[in-house]
Antibody, heavy 120, light 108 residues
Framework: EIQLVESGGRLVQPGGSLRLSCAVS????????MGWVRQAPGKGLEWVAN????????DYVDSVKGRFAISRDNAKNSLYLQLNSLRAEDTAFYYC?????????????WGQGTLVTVSS | DFQMTQSPRSLSASVGDRVIITCRTS??????LNWYQQKSGKAPKLLIY???HLPTGVPSRFSGGGSGTDFTLTINGLQPDDFATYYC??????????FGQGTKVELK
């Protein structure tokens, strides 16, 4: 069974930092690109970042460029998102997702999400 | 600047109804259009990929179509389990991806 489990979300002050983790199991992690998607409470989905299989290629939505960093450790079957210089508008559930390339890229498996709240 | 417009933003329907949700893009995206279902308090779930392909386990009452800039998600015979929010998503403009605004399907 494929599982993605996020952790690390919590209340943090504006300007603060946080690292989210996503532990995966049930598939060969190093064979797949991965991504992060966020959802502000009561709002829609927003793609945040993608990383390729070996971590050499990373892409971000403009609103987080220079503040967030996606990374992975294939030996630990883990995906990460480092969040720096946090703003109130970064408050959201953060989901990790497996990226599948067959017939066009899409996210075929998702974690349950972890909540990041940015507030003083 | 790339734009995606999903409509309607919400709709009310009854069990057994046929529901159609549309997604329009500001430029042609081939078939790089996916649909996700999200139930309240849950993670999104892949519903359709590459415009019209259903992942294993997705009921056949769901179907996707369209091409170019106009795409549809159709639910034939709405079931109680289908009341949820649906999002389109494009991956044509890689490396950046875009989601539609979402369509909430509610019980009439």
């Amino acid at each position: 069974e494929i599982q993605l489990v996020e952790s690390g979300g919590r209340l943090v002050q504006p300007g603060g930092s946080l690292r989210l983790s996503c532990a995966v199991s049930g598939f060969s992690f190093s064979n797949y690109g991965m991504g992060w998607v966020r959802q502000a409470p009561g709002k829609g989905l927003e793609w945040v970042a993608n990383i390729n299989q070996d971590g050499s290629d990373k892409d971000y939505v403009d609103s987080v460029k220079g503040r967030f960093a996606i990374s992975r450790d294939n030996a630990k079957n883990s995906l990460y998102l480092q969040l720096n210089s946090l703003r109130a508008e970064d408050t959201a559930f953060y989901y990790c997702a497996r990226r599948h390339q067959w017939m066009g890229p899409h996210f075929d498996n998702w974690g349950q999400g972890t909540l990041v709240t940015v507030s003083s | 600047d790339f734009q995606m417009t999903q409509s309607p933003r919400s709709l009310s329907a009854s069990v057994g109804d046929r529901v159609i949700i549309t997604c329009r893009t500001s430029q042609r995206i081939g078939n790089y259009l996916n649909w996700y279902q999200q139930k309240s308090g849950k993670a999104p779930k892949l519903l359709i990929y590459a415009t019209s392909h259903l992942p294993t386990g997705v009921p056949s009452r769901f179907s996707g179509g369209g091409s170019g800039t106009d795409f549809t998600l159709t639910i034939n015979g709405l079931q109680p389990d289908d009341f949820a929010t649906y999002y389109c998503q494009q991956s044509y403009t890689a490396p950046t991806w875009t989601f539609g605004q979402g369509t909430k399907v509610e019980l009439k």
